[in-house]
């Protein structure tokens, strides 16, 4: 789950980035690919702003921008909006974050149906490659993995109390009355459509992916 403190501290020592970054980390890591960099980059793309992405070795830079190329992506496409509508009522420009908890629940939920190794090995996986490059890692990125590897957010999205307290550990730390503290019922009670709305988006995103690695000479999915 997201630990309080560290949403504390990045909301008060970095005030110049968003409460949450993208939080659909999971779905980011699976992304990547077989590619360690890319990995890296792509895990790190919230944290380098601008052309700051031109310090980094060619690969990580071009993890970077695919974090912000399929960030895009998902932000545009109408399934995701359909998705969004169902709690903009109520939780307005928090229900982007909602969304990205919901579909990385879902994938983490059906990981076998895309991934041959299982979750909690490609999670400790996940985090054994980020510790390789840690030497580069903004100093936010770096203090945020520390949470993200101790409590294992990427594992425990794939139950429902895993978002429910992902999302009540957020609630706590918005400026407003963000209400997400009740976005994990709000899911419940439309799970079975919001599911079907991830398996008809993640096919498009993953088809996305490859194309822009394609272009890049990559491995593709």
Same mark, same amino acid.
């Given at each position: 789950?997201?630990? !309080?403190?560290? $949403?504390w501290?990045?909301?008060?020592?970095?005030?110049?980035?968003?409460?949450?970054?993208?939080?659909?980390?999971l779905?980011? *890591?699976?992304?990547?690919?077989?590619?360690?960099?890319l990995?890296?980059?792509n895990?790190?793309?919230?944290?380098v702003?601008? %052309?700051?992405?031109e310090?980094?070795?060619? &690969?990580?830079?071009?993890?970077? $921008?695919l974090?912000?190329?399929i960030?895009?992506f &998902?932000?545009?496409h109408?399934?995701?909006?359909? #998705?969004?509508?169902?709690?903009?009522? @109520? +939780?307005r420009?928090?229900?982007g974050v !909602?969304?990205?908890? *919901?579909?990385d629940? +879902?994938? *983490?939920?059906?990981?076998? /149906?895309y991934?041959t190794?299982?979750?909690?090995s490609?999670t400790?996986y996940?985090?054994?490659?980020?510790?390789? +490059? @840690?030497? !580069?890692?903004? /100093?936010?990125?770096?203090f945020?993995?520390?949470?993200? @590897?101790?409590?294992?957010?990427?594992?425990n +999205?794939?139950?429902? #109390?895993?978002i429910?307290r992902? $999302? &009540?550990?957020m609630?706590?730390? &918005? %400026?407003?009355? #963000?209400?997400m503290e009740?976005?994990?019922f709000?899911i419940?009670?439309?799970? /079975?459509e919001?599911?079907?709305?991830?398996?008809s988006?993640?096919p498009?995103?993953i088809?996305?992916?490859?194309?822009?690695? %394609?272009? $890049?000479?990559k !491995?593709?999915?």
């Open positions: 789950m997201l630990n !309080i403190n560290f $949403l501290f990045i909301n008060n020592r970095f005030p110049c980035i968003p409460i949450f970054p993208s939080m659909n980390f779905a980011h *890591a699976y992304l990547s690919g077989e590619n360690p960099k990995m890296v980059g895990f790190m793309g919230d944290f702003k601008g %052309k700051q992405f310090q980094f070795d060619k &690969t990580i830079a071009n993890g970077i $921008l974090h912000r190329l960030d895009e &998902t932000d545009n109408k399934t995701v909006a359909q #998705s969004k509508r169902r709690f903009s009522e @109520k +939780y420009h928090y229900s !909602i969304v990205d908890v *919901a579909y629940h +879902y994938l *983490a939920k059906n990981w076998s /149906e991934h190794m299982d979750l909690l490609f400790q996940v985090y054994n490659t980020l510790d390789q +490059y @840690k030497e !580069i890692f903004p /100093e936010r990125f770096g945020m993995l520390g949470y993200m @590897k101790r409590d294992n957010w990427l594992y +999205y794939a139950e429902l #109390s895993g429910d992902a $999302l &009540t550990g609630s706590k730390r &918005t %400026k407003f009355n #963000s209400k009740m976005a994990a709000d419940s009670k439309h799970y /079975e919001l599911e079907k709305e991830f398996n988006f993640f498009e995103v088809a996305f992916v490859n194309s822009q690695l %394609k272009t $890049l000479g !491995i593709p999915l």
